[in-house]
């Protein structure tokens, strides 16, 4: 596959206002689709342990088009200068980041601007483990939050849904990104399933790999539809397995730089 002929095809594919809104209407969140995905979540009571949920990362981390998501170039040394400042040249959705509704909707919201109540929240994991080792494009669809919620009970509003697949132990290895052919693959969430969160009030959902959407989507609907109705989603999430499927409250410390539309985020997670 070629890359940036994936990326063309995002920027040719963006939608107009009135489609985005009327998407948005068409989930009954008419009022998120002005970025008002607000909701006074229900926190879990805390052991006090703290699961850090944030990849480190540097130049060789794997992005989406390739390149290096963080340049370093050293400004002042701690010999002769007595104390050390690198200038960092950082792009927006590398590492374990934030995607904003500004992403993929032109009049969305930044990053800067999101809900401070959302970025506290509960935090619900599905795994989908076994469905990614069957295929690596799985997808969470909507039927595997259904029985998430038959087995853990509602999900709240203004939660956090994550994809638990598994796809964070293969970091550092080729096959995070790419298959042996050099195609995207990895799994993602389904259309089917972030509709329904939606409808459910939810505010956020992650993904333990590079994107939203599965690497073998063309059309990046969950991208398109999931962002401009106010939501936001999170990428490259660690640690998943070390947290119950629910009862842990979700800390995200999204960046607050003006018209972001997105940013390197530190995640944290209590239980």
């Not at 989406?64 to 040249?89: A, R, V």
């Not at 032109?106 to 080792?133: M, T």
């Not at 969950?222 to 640690?239: K, M, R």
Request: proline share 6%; charged share 20%.
């Amino acid at each position: 596959m070629c890359h940036a002929c994936v990326i063309d095809n995002v920027k040719k594919s963006m939608l107009s206002r009135r489609d985005l809104f009327r998407g948005a209407a068409s989930l009954g969140v008419a009022s998120a689709a002005a970025g008002i995905v607000s909701a006074r979540p229900a926190l879990a009571q805390s052991t006090g342990k703290v699961v850090d949920l944030t990849h480190a990362y540097d130049g060789d981390f794997p992005t989406f088009d390739g390149n290096p998501g963080i340049l370093y170039k050293s400004q002042f040394e701690h010999d002769p200068d007595g104390y050390k400042i690198w200038e960092l040249t950082i792009y927006e959705h590398t590492g374990t980041h934030i995607d904003a509704p500004l992403h993929f909707a032109a009049d969305g919201i930044s990053v800067a601007e999101l809900e401070p109540e959302n970025l506290v929240c509960p935090l619900c994991i599905v795994d989908i483990k076994a469905k990614a080792a069957e295929d690596p494009n799985a997808m969470l669809e909507a039927e595997d939050v259904e029985a998430w919620i038959s087995e853990n009970g509602e999900i709240p509003e203004g939660a956090c849904v994550a994809m638990n697949s598994g796809w964070a132990d293969k970091l550092g290895a080729e096959g995070y990104r790419n298959d042996d052919e050099g195609n995207f693959t990895f799994p993602g969430f389904a259309k089917s399933a972030t509709d329904m969160l939606a409808e459910m009030g939810v505010a956020s959902i992650g993904v333990d790999t590079l994107s939203l959407d599965p690497g073998n989507s063309s059309d990046f609907a969950v991208h398109y539809s999931w962002l401009p109705s106010g939501h936001f989603g999170i990428e490259n999430l660690a640690q998943l397995d070390a947290l119950p499927a629910t009862g842990a409250t979700l800390f995200v410390g999204a960046p607050k730089h003006k018209q972001g539309t997105g940013g390197p985020a530190r995640i944290l997670a209590v239980i």
